[in-house]
């Protein structure tokens, strides 16, 4: 199993991978998929998780639509197929995007 993209580090690893931002916040990566299909197909996307103190979540951030679907799996896979690198990528777009 390859754990240089997500969906194989959270196989190997059995938990979600973390990543710091240029922001100085410690972050966790994990994938959402439409629960109804629009237009005939769902999308997935990238849901950042902002820990503080005492490890309690303080904020999120979420990327657009990044894949789409006939089924939301079929959505995810493409997601789940992001390097960690690209991961860490698209982080850095929201946290700047955010104004943080």
């Known amino acids: 199993m390859d754990d240089t993209t997500l969906g194989g580090y959270q196989q190997v690893h059995g938990r979600p991978p973390a990543f710091g931002a240029a922001d100085g916040q410690a972050y966790s990566v994990a994938t959402?998929?439409?629960d109804a299909a629009e237009e005939g197909r769902y999308g997935a996307a990238l849901l950042f998780v902002r820990w503080g103190e005492g490890e309690k979540p303080v904020g999120h951030l979420e990327t657009d639509y990044l894949a789409?679907?006939?089924t939301p799996d079929e959505a995810l896979a493409p997601v789940l197929a992001l390097t960690?690198?690209?991961v860490k990528a698209h982080l850095d777009q929201c946290v700047a995007r955010s104004g943080a």
């Open 32 to 34: 959402f998929a439409d």
């Open 68 to 70: 789409f679907g006939a």
């Open 84 to 86: 960690l690198e690209q």
